[in-house]
């Protein structure tokens, strides 16, 4: 097949133009700024969206789009040239770009966790190897320790192969959790786990993401290296309970799973607002061949529509406030603790749960129009279900919280 993530890759690089020079201090005012650059294009990307899915991959249009208004910088440190939006902004962000194109939604919260842990996590050195004068990368990062690595001098002897590599083509660094053989006894029983960051030209990419049902726009196809030198200073620990970021606020106090559950939330919320708003514009403007009414004219209808919106809208203000809290927590210095990602984790999949079910009942009233090929609302309908499958969106974590709150012992991680 073509090299589209070649064709993607071409492009240029104005972080410094569009990066947090730009950005007024005040949160208010910059999360301004920030919806203003998603509307800016928003229409590229949801042309994009049918493009995506036949390709397997972002479209290109939909890659130098986000490049070029900073987006996947989202989450990176300002130190380094990035936006390092607060939760709620960057919740907002990911919510709108996903109501554009579900694709490019999930796309730029992989791609902007993957630079951030780089950012953040990253000794010097290695930093410097990546960020090489001042030019900010785009990265892809599977999180599950599929990798294994032996010591060695200078870093590290690495196999593995990775899966869910989501925007790997469009990628110039992908990540890969891995586990370090013998270090069981350093580390008091557990081996130790590292972030191995390569080169996305130094891996081999597999094909293998063209018979997926869903998210197939994301191209999260699985990579591999075999007997590969990684350098000490390429690897860096994120630790699941109390990560220790070298850089960057209170955000990166987060663990991962924290990290990342509010933005799996906000773009299953997008994606739903959207098909909802597809079904309502459906519902006011057409009438089908063998109907006897409107859409509009249904009391059932009614009902349902509004029932999807008050759900949509407390799912995402129950993410807003707790993440807030959380914020605030970390601002003052405190790492969440196991109860508190308990808690974010269960909202996230609480939010895809509502969003899938918003999506599916769309799709039902929308009747024969979402059935066709490339309408919205069967990708919508395809990418949400495939999306609720994700580690992190297990309904392991509804199990947690609900432990928690009962007083049981309970694993956050599990």
């Not at 607060?86 to 902007?112: K, N, Q």
């Amino acid at each position: 097949m073509a090299d589209l993530g070649a064709e993607a890759r071409t492009f240029t690089r104005d972080a410094k133009t569009r990066g947090i020079e730009t950005l007024p201090s005040d949160r208010g005012a910059k999360r301004e700024v920030l919806l203003g650059r998603v509307e800016q294009i928003g229409k590229t990307l949801q042309e994009s969206g049918a493009r995506s899915e036949e390709l397997a991959t972002l479209a290109p249009e939909a890659v130098q789009a986000l490049r070029s208004s900073g987006l996947f910088t989202l989450k990176l440190p300002t130190a380094l040239g990035g936006i390092e939006a607060d939760p709620v902004t960057e919740m907002l962000l990911l919510e709108r770009i996903a109501y554009h194109d579900f694709t490019s939604g999930w796309c730029t919260m992989v791609g902007a966790t993957g630079v951030a842990s780089l950012g953040a996590f990253l000794p010097q050195t290695g930093l410097d190897k990546i960020f090489r004068n001042g030019q900010i990368p785009t990265a892809a990062i599977s999180f599950f320790p599929a990798g294994r690595a032996v010591r060695e001098k200078g870093g590290f002897r690495l196999n593995g192969r990775w899966r869910f590599n989501s925007g790997i083509r469009h990628s110039e660094w992908v990540l890969g959790g891995t586990i370090v053989e013998g270090t069981e006894q350093q580390t008091g029983g557990q081996p130790l786990v590292i972030f191995a960051a390569m080169p996305t030209k130094d891996v081999t990419l597999y094909d293998n993401w063209r018979d997926v049902v869903g998210l197939r726009g994301t191209g999260s196809c699985d990579c591999s290296v075999e007997n590969y030198f990684l350098p000490e200073d390429l690897s860096f620990v994120w630790d699941l309970l109390n990560p220790k970021p070298l850089r960057g606020g209170a955000s990166y106090l987060f663990p991962p799973f924290s990290f990342v559950a509010k933005e799996h939330g906000s773009v299953a919320i997008g994606g739903a607002r959207r098909a909802l708003d597809e079904l309502i514009k459906l519902a006011t403007t057409t009438r089908g061949t063998f109907r006897a009414s409107k859409l509009e004219e249904r009391q059932i209808v009614h009902r349902q529509i509004a029932e999807a919106d008050l759900k949509l809208r407390a799912a995402r203000a129950l993410l807003h406030e707790r993440y807030e809290e959380l914020y605030q927590k970390a601002s003052s210095g405190a790492v969440p603790d196991g109860r508190d990602i308990a808690d974010v984790r269960a909202m996230a999949v609480h939010a895809t749960d509502v969003a899938i079910g918003v999506v599916t009942m769309a799709f039902h009233f929308a009747g024969n129009t979402g059935l066709h090929h490339p309408h919205v609302l069967g990708r919508l309908l395809r990418d949400l279900n495939a999306a609720g499958l994700h580690q992190v969106m297990s309904d392991t974590a509804y199990e947690n919280h609900g432990k928690f709150c009962l007083g049981l012992p309970a694993n956050p991680l599990a």
